[in-house]
């Protein structure tokens, strides 16, 4: 069985960090491309980051210059390091694997950027 459990998600000052993680069971992990998307009320899920098999990564321009993808195949693990968030920001952020044929998602996580 599949899973991906996302986590690092809160409350955060305008300004502030997080590192949300994504953890993941029952694939090959090297095989995926991992990515983080996001999805604010009201409005359509968006590509944050995604990071190839290969560990070649693009970023929305929304967050590029302070949101940073990484992977440690060795724990099955995506993390998104988040810095000076915005409170556009604020949204459920999902983690995602994909090999093309298959796509799994995360149950997202919840990150609210707020004075």
């Known amino acids: 069985q599949v899973q991906l459990v996302e986590s690092g998600g809160g409350l955060v000052q305008p300004g502030g960090s997080l590192r949300l993680s994504c953890a993941a069971s029952?694939?090959?992990?090297?095989?995926?491309?991992m990515g983080w998307y996001r999805q604010a009320p009201g409005k359509q899920r968006e590509l944050v980051a995604r990071?190839?098999?290969?560990?070649?990564?693009n970023s929305a321009d929304s967050v590029k210059g302070r949101f940073t993808i990484s992977r440690d195949n060795a724990k099955n693990t995506v993390y998104l390091q988040m810095y000076s968030l915005k409170p556009e920001d604020t949204a459920v952020y999902y983690c995602?694997?994909?090999?093309?044929?298959?796509?799994?998602w995360g149950q997202g996580t919840q990150v609210t950027v707020s004075s």
């Open positions: 029952g694939i090959i992990f090297s095989f995926y491309a």
């Open positions: 990071i190839a098999i290969d560990g070649s990564a």
């Open positions: 995602n694997a994909d090999l093309g044929s298959q796509s799994y």
